[in-house]
């Protein structure tokens, strides 16, 4: 494919990975060789181009200046195939006048390579740190090495000597690393090659690390089973279910994309999402914001393709609408709608955000994401079932009847002194009022009463008390345009709502 990209396109940019630099390296050699063509190479460490077989050079002291002459320099050379490491993560680091005129030159030798009858190439191989301006992206065309296939990673592993008949779950294990990875992975742990369950541990382990160094973080089980209130985002999560099944592919169904959380802070959308992850039975993948912004487009695009070989996995995006606010955020939002309308893998995106007129409408709109939910405040009976749960960490009563260690008269005396309240200040409730039992002297037998919750109510001060105006404003623009995540059913708890915060 690589081959094939060179002999049509004058500028390729090939994206690669610190530790897989030397293959990537290997890869490009073996191309020149079948070309016939000379392959040099230009980095930080070697201002002017070397032969990749006799690499060196010294530190360079003025890199902007370099990449600009190494440039024009190639206008003097007719045939051979030159490599520039990093160059783009070079230009960003210089003044905005230094960089538009290495842009200048990239754009002029365009020019200049069509004129040579494809005798002078250029790659740009780039690890994911720099960004290519958009006008420059119509003149590059990108490359990245596709990451090993399942037949592929079975070769390699028999390669090493290792059964895979004996640990099949080994290839799903390596699935999403590349090949000199998983070389590193294995290597590291040769002192368990024959013992497979505990070399599947901590392959595991060193994929999910490997990960996170990359923005991708793999979040563990959470310690509950289930979310108070939240009746029809649950209902729904059950379809979600149906939707990844072999019988929805029969019937020619498309896979589902994802759904976006919209809500107030502390309403619930990140606690959902583990929760939701937990219910399909997939890895919940937090994508770092961080990270994405500054390794721009090309690090969020390695990032969702190494989503894609991970599959099935729940792609979690919190503070969704920072993602689009900065110079990059066109074309971050591009890359998103082009996978999502284009992906063929068993994943499921769960976007979470406060303010849904911060999002760019092209998200929002049919055929984007599946659904749009927004998580209002727990109504009385989602405020029982929600601090039940949380009281059932610490005092195991409440998890052995209805209505836990309190009365229905003491319930409807806690769901009233809540009112407005989300459901992370119920939790911090729970929390508070069981350290206030353990302090006492309870020790492993802390019982949570009215009396302590109330108190422990006085302790957490709600966001509503203290911005009504700004909580309002959140949930009156969300509602006209999501579905509620809670059907608010009455109940015999319910009591009178009220609109602006009474009370200490």
Same mark, same amino acid.
């Given at each position: 494919?690589l081959?094939?990209?060179?002999r049509?396109?004058?500028?390729i940019?090939?994206?690669t990975?610190?530790?897989?630099?030397?293959h990537?390296?290997d890869k490009i050699?073996?191309v020149?060789?079948?070309?016939n063509?000379?392959?040099?190479?230009?980095?930080?460490?070697?201002?002017d181009?070397q032969?990749?077989?006799?690499?060196g050079?010294?530190?360079?002291?003025?890199?902007?200046?370099?990449a600009i002459?190494?440039i *024009?320099?190639?206008?003097?050379?007719?045939?051979?195939l030159?490599?520039?490491?990093?160059?783009?993560?070079?230009?960003?680091a210089?003044?905005?006048?230094?960089? @538009?005129g290495?842009?200048?030159?990239? *754009?002029?030798?365009?020019a200049?390579?069509?004129q040579?009858?494809r005798e002078c190439l250029?790659i740009?191989m780039e690890?994911g740190r720099?960004h290519?301006?958009?006008?420059?992206?119509q003149i590059?065309?990108?490359?990245?090495?596709?990451?090993?296939t399942?037949?592929?990673l079975?070769?390699l592993?028999l @390669?090493?000597?290792?059964?895979?008949a004996?640990s099949?779950?080994?290839v799903?294990?390596?699935?999403g690393l590349?090949?000199?990875?998983?070389?590193?992975?294995?290597?590291?742990n040769?002192d368990?090659?024959?013992?497979?369950?505990?070399?599947?541990?901590?392959?595991?382990?060193?994929k999910?690390?490997?990960f996170?160094s990359?923005?991708?973080?793999?979040i563990?089980?959470?310690?509950?089973? !289930?979310?108070?209130?939240?009746?029809l985002?649950?209902?729904?999560?059950?379809?979600v279910?149906?939707d990844f099944?072999?019988?929805?592919r029969?019937?020619?169904?498309?896979?589902?994309?994802?759904?976006i959380l919209v809500?107030i802070?502390?309403?619930?959308?990140t606690?959902?999402? %583990?929760?939701?992850?937990? %219910?399909?039975?997939?890895?919940?993948?937090?994508?770092?914001?961080d990270?994405?912004k500054?390794?721009?487009?090309?690090k969020?695009k390695?990032?969702?393709?190494?989503?894609?070989?991970c599959?099935?996995n729940m792609p979690?995006?919190d503070e969704? !609408?920072?993602f689009?606010?900065?110079?990059h955020? %066109?074309e971050?939002l591009g890359?998103?709608?082009?996978?999502?309308?284009e992906?063929?893998?068993?994943t499921?995106?769960?976007?979470?955000?406060?303010?849904? @007129?911060n999002?760019?409408?092209e998200?929002?709109r049919?055929?984007r994401f599946d659904?749009v939910f927004?998580v209002?405040?727990?109504?009385?009976d989602?405020?029982k079932?929600?601090?039940?749960?949380?009281?059932?960490?610490f005092?195991?009563?409440?998890?052995?009847?209805e209505?836990?260690?309190?009365?229905?008269? @003491?319930?409807?005396?806690?769901?009233?002194a809540?009112n407005k309240?989300?459901?992370?200040?119920?939790e911090?409730?729970a929390i508070v009022?069981?350290?206030?039992q353990?302090?006492?002297?309870?020790?492993?037998?802390?019982?949570?009463d009215?009396d302590?919750l109330?108190?422990?109510?006085?302790?957490?001060?709600?966001l509503? *008390?203290?911005?009504p105006e700004?909580?309002?404003?959140?949930e009156?623009?969300a %509602?006209?345009?999501?579905?509620?995540?809670?059907?608010?059913?009455?109940?015999?708890?319910?009591l009178?709502?009220?609109?602006?915060?009474?009370?200490?």
């Open positions: 494919m081959k094939n990209l060179i049509n396109y004058p500028l940019k090939v994206e990975t610190v530790i897989d630099r030397q990537t390296l050699q073996l020149g060789d079948e070309l063509k000379p392959v040099y190479l230009w980095s930080l460490l070697q201002p181009f032969p990749l077989s006799t690499m050079g010294t530190l360079n002291l003025h890199p902007a200046k370099a002459e190494s *024009s320099s190639l206008q003097a050379n007719i045939n051979g030159y490599v520039f490491e990093n160059l783009f993560a070079t230009i960003d210089v003044s905005p006048i230094e960089r @538009e290495c842009y200048q030159a990239i *754009s002029q030798l365009f200049r390579l069509n040579l009858n250029v740009f690890s720099g290519i301006p958009s006008y420059l992206s590059i065309w990108e490359y990245k090495f596709p990451l090993p399942n037949f592929e079975t070769t592993l @390669e090493q000597g290792i059964n895979i004996e099949p779950r080994l799903n294990i390596l699935a590349t090949i000199e990875e998983i070389t590193v992975g294995i290597r590291a040769r368990v090659l024959t013992n497979l369950e505990t070399l599947g541990d901590r392959l595991l382990d060193y999910y690390t490997l996170k990359f923005g991708l973080e793999f563990g089980d959470t310690t509950t089973q !289930d979310i108070g209130g939240m009746d985002v649950k209902e729904a999560l059950a379809e279910k149906m099944t072999p019988a929805a029969e019937c020619g169904l498309p896979l589902p994309r994802g759904w809500g802070p502390g309403a619930g959308k606690y959902f999402a %583990k929760i939701c992850a937990q %219910k399909l039975g997939f890895p919940l993948v937090n994508i770092g914001i990270v994405v500054s390794g721009g487009v090309a969020f390695q990032l969702l393709s190494r989503i894609d070989a599959a099935p979690y995006l969704f !609408d920072k689009f606010v900065d110079e955020g %066109k971050l890359i998103l709608l082009t996978w999502l309308n992906k063929s893998s068993a499921f995106v769960l976007a979470t955000l406060n303010r849904l @007129e999002l760019p409408p998200l929002t049919a055929g659904r927004y209002d405040f727990p109504s009385s989602e405020r079932q929600i601090l039940q749960l949380h009281c059932a960490r005092d195991k009563r409440y998890a052995q009847s209505h836990g260690a309190m009365s229905i008269e @003491e319930w409807l005396t806690i769901i009233e809540t309240y989300t459901g992370a200040e119920l911090q409730m009022a069981a350290k206030m353990f302090y006492k002297g309870r020790g492993q037998n802390i019982q949570i009215a302590s109330l108190t422990a109510r006085n302790r957490v001060k709600s509503y *008390s203290r911005n700004g909580v309002l404003a959140i009156n623009r %509602k006209a345009f999501t579905e509620a995540a809670s059907s608010n059913k009455p109940t015999a708890l319910d009178p709502e009220l609109d602006i915060y009474v009370g200490t």
